[in-house]
């Protein structure tokens, strides 16, 4: 696999600079408090004739597909035309830098030039849900799930709509510096760290504003101040003044996703720094996040992040990572 921190993002013809700003803002500008070694970033493009921008601007660059080919991560923003193919070239530049070990990654309807070049034939992917079945009609050998705001399959990722390219970002730089590199990232950006939920939350319009929902909120709030605590859905319910029926139901309206799964997610979520940053023993962490027990906790933490915790401390936790390998314990 090659070096991921080498990045390309495509730009073409009608572009919006919103995608291509952030992968920009997250991989192009390093960050004076982030110790770590950061991304070199390559704007690319097709041609050598500058491109037109959405807004009468021209982005010009001197790098072409040659150099998007040699990238450890490349990035392909929306499309300008869903139903449009991707030229030749533009494929074989995506095959090749796949074939050569890059992860590929696509924001919105920059899943149609993934899918074009056949490389999420078999596999799971995300597009914008308005794309979605034009995606699963025109690439029928394509597993399209139109929930998720991005899909994590290893070396090709795709995530839903614009604004969720930049949860896809964050989450690439948690997956190659670890949590509180990602914490510090989007604390920048004065954005979350992981959204919850799914698509599902925008599709019937925003939510409104009225007091079921700001008590569905400070619930949470709650949940996020207890997580070391056992919470049940009727104490939910009871804080809220709700049945444990209009409950759910809100609480799904509002977030896209059960109380139960949110509250596991961020019980996950806050024991990454302890495996990262603390010696504490992994029941230790499951007890101090929250979980009833260990085995509980290995098998969430498995779901969510496709690892043990104790390969993701290796990975992360300075002294272990500088050891070398060990068969992982759970």
Excluded: K
Aim: net charge neutral; hydrophobic share 40%; charged share 20%.
């Amino acid at each position: 696999m090659r070096d991921p921190s080498s990045v390309a993002v495509l730009a073409y013809d009608g572009m919006s600079a919103f995608e291509t700003g952030i992968v920009t803002e997250v991989f192009g500008i390093s960050w004076p408090e982030i110790d770590v070694p950061w991304y070199a970033l390559t704007i690319c493009t097709e041609t050598a004739e500058p491109v037109r921008m959405i807004g009468g601007a021209t982005l010009h660059t001197p790098h072409g597909l040659d150099v998007l080919a040699d990238a450890g991560t490349v990035i392909v923003p929306s499309v300008a035309d869903p139903e449009r193919a991707p030229s030749a070239r533009v494929v074989a530049a995506l095959r090749q830098a796949h074939d050569d070990g890059a992860r590929l990654v696509s924001i919105c309807t920059g899943a149609f030039a993934l899918a074009g070049a056949g490389l999420l034939d078999g596999r799971r992917a995300t597009t914008h849900w308005r794309h979605s079945d034009l995606l699963r009609r025109r690439h029928p050998r394509v597993e399209v799930d139109p929930a998720p705001l991005y899909v994590d399959d290893g070396d090709v990722l795709t995530s839903a709509g614009c604004a969720a390219g930049l949860d896809l970002c964050i989450h690439l730089v948690r997956r190659d510096h670890g949590a509180a590199v990602a914490n510090a990232v989007a604390r920048r950006l004065v954005i979350p760290p992981h959204r919850e939920g799914g698509q599902a939350q925008y599709i019937e319009g925003p939510v409104v504003d009225d007091p079921e929902d700001n008590r569905i909120a400070h619930s949470m709030t709650w949940m996020l101040e207890n997580l070391h605590r056992p919470i049940t859905l009727d104490q939910l319910a009871e804080r809220t003044h709700m049945s444990a029926r209009s409950y759910l139901r809100r609480f799904q309206r509002c977030t896209g996703t059960s109380p139960i799964r949110w509250l596991i997610a961020r019980r996950v979520q806050a024991s990454l720094p302890l495996l990262e940053r603390t010696d504490l023993g992994v029941e230790q962490i499951a007890a101090a996040v929250g979980f009833e027990t260990p085995v509980t906790f290995r098998h969430h933490f498995s779901r969510a992040m496709r690892t043990s915790p104790s390969a993701y401390r290796r990975a992360f936790h300075p002294r272990e990572s500088a050891r070398l390998p060990a068969a992982d314990a759970g």
